[in-house]
């Protein structure tokens, strides 16, 4: 591929329908395979994903029909080099006996200089393995998989761009490529986009819009809207805007409106589901004030507010008879990257990166990720973990004003954290004792807004929290 030092698309030429497999791998040793795949009679063309750049690497087709085995000679190719302008991360493992993926990847906005960066993706070694770099594009935000392996990416240039696996642009979505829509939305915001996974839309996407409106006080607003979109034929499946109906003279509710800020009605997280009645929802979070919504769907009414000023209580046990109340410190206060842990009944377990906010300049503030989980039956909610913060050890203690996210692994042991500025990491961290057991660390990166986790490129179905 084309000035892709990390990935290679080999050709392989079939008379018989087969079932293809590349294995590749440098110095060291050929542990790297690609998914099993289907042979075409004719041309069929294979990503080999996850190289390392400026290597030789050895690359071994193999083709299968029923017990018959078939084997190209080994090839031999040298992966070009990084670009000169690459700035590189350093991997450092704190847990003996760790183990991971020799496939998983890590992927975050980083890597070249401000106002070029690419969309980057890092193994367990520290090694960039995967990239996307666009020069009519500098600012991509978030990378999200889609079930037939492609990519979702967002940005801060009002658009999406459909990605394949070798980051080849499929296609791109633009405001105003949205039609019939019963909202406006101008602006696509680039701060997430998903794709669901249950409910009578699975497998279409969702996304973040934001409008501008000017209030009947006159005072201007920025709000927030959601696009669900059917991906292929780019029809607009349903469609909010926390602002309402264009000039519909409809109040906002004030309970949403600051007095200090335009912009407090846009969010910048979006996570979606079906709860135990069979509702659909939209979780979104408002990252200025602290909170998080639930919108309901079809109807788009606000069901309820979590957060300061919101409407649960905050306690030390959701099961007591008469629990007490948790401190204000226990609130997040500039949340970013919410992940569900776990939704059973009305109970969730959310995760996220608490970033923190200096409520006077040169405030000691320390950013953490906190586990909540949340009863929407009660209105209740507790706080279940916590790592970070102003009582953390030195080494467990960071500080990003802004950006940041979460990826639970596997199992729900363990999970990752970005910081996102100010030399930006990401550390592997245990649930529930809080241990760190690896970082990556790039030195002089800044602005990397959220974090992606793969078991590896090519599995790009894998997804946590399900229900």
Known sequence: MEDNPFGILVSVECTREVHLKVTSGDGEGMDHETPLGDGIIGENQIFVLGLHADRGVGILVEAFEDDRVWTIDQLEVDTPPLPPEWQGCSAAVF?????????????FPGGLEPGQQSMLCFDRSGNPIWAFHAREVPDPTVLRPLADGSFILGTGSNLLLHIDEGGRVLSILRSFDLHDTTYDHPNIDGHDVI???EGPWAGAIAFLTYSFETMLDGDDEIGTGIVVLDPETREV??????????????????????EDSISCLKVNALLHGVDVNGEEFFWIERNMVGQILRVNVPNGEIAWKFGIEGDFRLVDDLDAADPEELTMDQ????PHGPKFLERAGYRTRLLLHDNGREAEPGEKVFSRVIE??????????????????VDAEPGARWYAPSYGGVEILPGGDGFLFLKGTRDVFVSDVTLPDGQERWRLT????????????LPSLYDTTWTCGEP
């Open 442 to 453: 790039c030195r002089g990166w800044d602005n990397a807004y959220t974090l992606t986790w």
């Open 95 to 107: 847990s003996e006996g760790s183990t991971w993926g020799t496939d998983e990847a890590t992927c």
């Open 372 to 389: 909540y989980e949340i009863d929407e039956a009660t209105h209740l909610a507790t706080v279940r973990f916590s790592y970070g913060g």
């Open 237 to 258: 499946l349903w469609d909010w805007s926390i602002l309402g109906a264009p000039n519909d003279g409809v109040p906002i509710d004030p309970s949403l409106v600051c």
């Open 331 to 334: 609130w997040m206060v500039n």
């Open 195 to 197: 794709q669901l996974t």
